[in-house]
């Protein structure tokens, strides 16, 4: 069977929790029209969803919402976003 290694591609992103929407969210964010974020009592509780390729999907705290190559966006779980991606130092 033949193995492949993913591509290494530069990605914006941008993680989903209550301090990071109170401060607001980057510009990338901001101009996306398939994403809606809320905020329910008092900013306690924080949510949203996407509309992305394979259909409208959930963001929940802490989640990472990924702006991808071709400038879709998706939301990926923090624990997979960690094994998946490094922070680009300059």
Same mark, same amino acid.
């Given at each position: 069977?033949?193995? =492949?290694?993913? #591509?290494?591609?530069? /990605?914006?992103?941008? !993680? $989903?929790? #209550?301090?990071?929407?109170?401060?607001?969210?980057? !510009? @990338?964010?901001?101009?996306?029209?398939?994403?809606?974020?809320? +905020? !329910?009592?008092?900013? %306690?509780?924080?949510?949203?969803? /996407?509309?992305? &390729?394979?259909?409208?999907?959930?963001? +929940?705290?802490?989640?990472?919402? /990924?702006?991808?190559?071709?400038?879709? @966006?998706?939301?990926?779980?923090?624990? /997979? $976003?960690? &094994?998946? =991606? %490094?922070?680009?130092?300059?």
């Amino acid at each position: 069977m033949k193995k =492949y290694v993913k #591509k290494p591609v530069e /990605i914006e992103a941008w !993680q $989903f929790t #209550k301090k990071n929407y109170v401060d607001g969210a980057p !510009q @990338f964010i901001r101009q996306a029209k398939d994403i809606n974020l809320w +905020s !329910q009592y008092g900013g %306690d509780e924080i949510g949203g969803e /996407i509309k992305t &390729l394979e259909g409208v999907m959930t963001i +929940s705290e802490d989640d990472y919402i /990924i702006k991808g190559v071709q400038g879709e @966006f998706y939301p990926c779980k923090p624990d /997979i $976003f960690h &094994l998946t =991606y %490094d922070e680009v130092t300059e």
